[in-house]
T-cell receptor
């Protein structure tokens, strides 16, 4: 298995532009999580899905952030319009409620820089 | 909601010494406690986890202990090696049957092992 796949790995954009981050969870996993990591705030959970349905989006900073999961193998996190304070590493993780493993497996992350 | 405190924020040890990282949690219903290791520029990866029906778990040089009464758990690394240098995160969550709960992460501990 290729693990959790994220794209792009790096994104540099200008303030005000729309940014879309993509994630492909591990096949068969029914939970998907979006995190943001900064030096100041550490790892923050933004939103998570179960069977493609958003369960908890209380971590989404504001209306500029939105996330979707149209099917079991794909999710997007969109920021519109982007601001410099959104600069961070965004991780996607997935897990399975079946079998012995309920561990969250992280993707490689997307390093976002908003100028 | 759950709150996880992690100490120390930085830890420096000599190669061969032991390292201990401690975490406390606030929600007595939490029953799953994973530890993640994040090397510089890489994704967090699970190194060990413990559930509330177990007081201690060991995997080679790594061990985790849990005290449910006091609501704290600790990571112990023995015979440290330079490759153990990384940021370590503790987390806590509530698992319902096979369902994945929301992981609440500590702020992380930067461990430096000096040769």
């Amino acid at each position: 298995d290729a693990g959790v796949i994220q794209s792009p790995r790096h994104e540099v954009t200008e303030m005000g532009q729309e940014v879309t981050l993509r994630c492909k969870p591990i096949s068969g996993h029914d939970y998907l999580f979006w995190y943001r990591q900064t030096m100041m705030r550490g790892l923050e959970l933004l939103i998570y899905f179960n069977n493609n349905v958003p369960i908890d989006d209380s971590g989404m900073p504001e209306d500029r952030f939105s996330a979707k999961m149209p099917n079991a193998s794909f999710s997007t996190l969109k920021i519109q319009p982007s601001e410099p304070r959104d600069s961070a590493v965004y991780f996607c993780a997935s897990s399975s409620s079946a079998g012995p493993t309920d561990t969250q497996y992280f993707g490689p992350g997307t390093r976002l820089t908003v100028l | 909601g759950e709150n996880v405190e992690q100490h120390p924020s930085t830890l420096s040890v000599q190669e061969g010494d032991s390292a201990v990282i401690k975490c406390t949690y606030s929600d007595s219903a939490s029953n799953y406690f994973p530890w993640y290791k994040q090397e510089l520029g890489k994704r967090p990866q699970l190194i060990i986890d413990i559930r509330s029906n177990v007081g201690e778990k060991k995997d080679q040089r790594i061990a985790v202990t849990l005290n449910k009464t006091a609501k704290h758990f600790s990571l112990h690394i023995t015979e440290t090696q330079p490759e153990d240098s990384a940021v370590y995160f503790c987390a806590a969550s509530i698992l319902y049957g096979g369902s994945q709960g929301n992981l609440i992460f500590g702020k992380g501990t930067k461990l430096s092992v000096k040769p």
